[in-house]
């Protein structure tokens, strides 16, 4: 179909938003598959109503269009009506209020309780010296005890260690604080090493705030470092390193958590979250697992 506003539009927007050839194609194909639809349905894009365009997105949506596509359509549509309203084509803006496709929220990565006792064992085993083992074993365990997120662990004071503790207070985001219990292993595993980082300091005649101390200009284990420190864990322990982070580690913590009858409040303050709307993602990894559980193990699933 041609439209005598289609191509008014297009050279506005080569005039005034100098828009690269691309982009103008783009637009053209969009706004084509647009008045197509309205010329089958014998509707003029003057007469176009906002439960016309409606229609259309519908109609692209059941066509199995994905949602980048749709919106990208529904912005150049919009724009058009925009221009037509400001050239005076219309006395009204009938895609305006338009809300575009709402983007899924993607569920976030987790790891099944095997993978994560895999990942604790080569911890343990892991590193080219008896400390860097102790270490490791120490940042694995307390990791996926608390969730704390990586910055909280690495940044972690000695000072909140100290003492056997039950619990230790975090500091996290926006400077709020959190009490956040610790498991027996990670106790043992802290207890551990904390007994070979003093005596590191002791011979090296240093003192270090952090649990973590390093040489770099933060002085404390960085966020990057551990990251890949899990990466070459992930790969010992004959895992697929692509889907495994400290971050990752966060979200099995609340998922296992949930799983075994943790309520969502507790969990939402043991994450740090300041709405519970962002823990009650969890609910939805859980209904996805045992969705995957049903499928995969029932016997009429063959």
């Not at 007469?47 to 109609?59: H, Q, W």
């Not at 949506?61 to 084509?89: D, K, M, P, V």
């Amino acid at each position: 179909m041609s439209h005598h506003w289609l191509p008014v539009f297009l050279e506005a927007m080569q005039a005034e938003q100098d828009a690269a050839d691309n982009t103008l194609q783009a637009y053209a194909r969009d706004l084509r598959g647009f008045l197509d639809h309205l010329d089958r349905k014998g509707i003029t894009p003057e007469d176009a109503t906002r439960g016309d365009i409606e229609t259309y997105l519908i109609a692209l949506e059941a066509e199995g269009l994905a949602q980048s596509t749709r919106a990208r359509r529904l912005s150049a549509i919009r724009q058009l009506y925009r221009f037509a309203f400001l050239e005076g084509w219309r006395m009204d803006d009938p895609a305006g209020l338009i809300s575009g496709p709402k983007k899924r929220r993607s569920l976030p990565k987790t790891l099944s309780e095997e993978d994560v006792d895999a990942l604790l064992d080569t911890a343990r085993h892991f590193g080219k010296s008896e400390a860097d083992r102790v270490r490791n074993t120490c940042l694995m365990e307390m990791l996926y005890a608390t969730g704390l997120r990586v910055s909280e662990l690495v940044g972690l004071p000695v000072s909140a260690t100290r003492g056997d503790p039950r619990m230790i207070l975090v500091r996290g985001k926006g400077g709020k604080e959190r009490m956040v219990p610790l498991s027996g292993d990670a106790r043992e595993a802290l207890a551990n090493w904390l007994t070979v980082r003093d005596a590191a300091e002791a011979e090296a005649k240093v003192k270090s705030p952090f649990l973590f101390p390093s040489r770099g200009k933060k002085g404390h284990l960085t966020r990057e470092a551990f990251f890949l420190l899990v990466k070459e864990l992930a790969v010992a322990a004959g895992l697929d390193p692509k889907g495994i982070s400290p971050h990752v580690l966060r979200h099995a913590f609340a998922t296992h958590l949930l799983a075994h009858g943790a309520d969502l409040r507790s969990i939402q303050a043991l994450l740090g979250h300041a709405d519970v709307a962002t823990t009650e993602i969890y609910t939805h990894v859980l209904e996805e697992r045992l969705k995957e559980l049903v499928f995969e193990k029932h016997p009429l699933a063959r």
